[in-house]
């Protein structure tokens, strides 16, 4: 079982950058394939993006791309979600969650951090 705590969320103008950290503890963090995902106000949980463990493989939705980069430090158990070009549909609260493997359910979220992006 892994331990997520998100933090960087905050209040940001269209266009700003902010940038997601998510600390991991309680188990081997290269093991785990690690993912963002967000919920804005009245909609489901979606997918943004996730890396692998080691190999540096990274997917994206296909309403980031271009905008957002996912990237690990593995030595120091973090995952990150940098966002440019933000945009008010962006706004939401986002996730960081831990899996094993690429393919397979999520097992551990974190709390989740605020993103809001004014106009």
């Known amino acids: 079982q892994v331990q997520l705590v998100e933090s960087g969320g905050g209040l940001v103008q269209d266009g700003g950058s902010l940038r997601l950290s998510c600390a991991a503890s309680?188990?081997?963090?290269?093991?785990?394939?690690m993912g963002w995902f967000r919920q804005a106000p009245g909609k489901e949980r979606e997918f943004v993006a996730a890396?692998?463990?080691?190999?540096?493989?990274?997917d994206y939705a296909d309403s980031v791309k271009g905008r957002f980069t996912i990237s690990r430090d593995n030595a120091k158990n973090m995952v990150y979600l940098q966002m440019n070009s933000l945009k008010v549909e962006d706004t939401a609260v986002y996730y960081c969650?831990?899996?094993?493997?690429?393919?397979?359910?999520?097992?551990?979220w974190g709390q989740g951090t605020q993103v809001t992006v004014s106009s």
């Open positions: 309680g188990s081997t963090f290269s093991n785990n394939v």
């Open positions: 969650a831990a899996r094993i493997g690429w393919v397979g359910p999520y097992n551990d």
């Open positions: 890396i692998s463990g080691r190999s540096g493989r990274r």
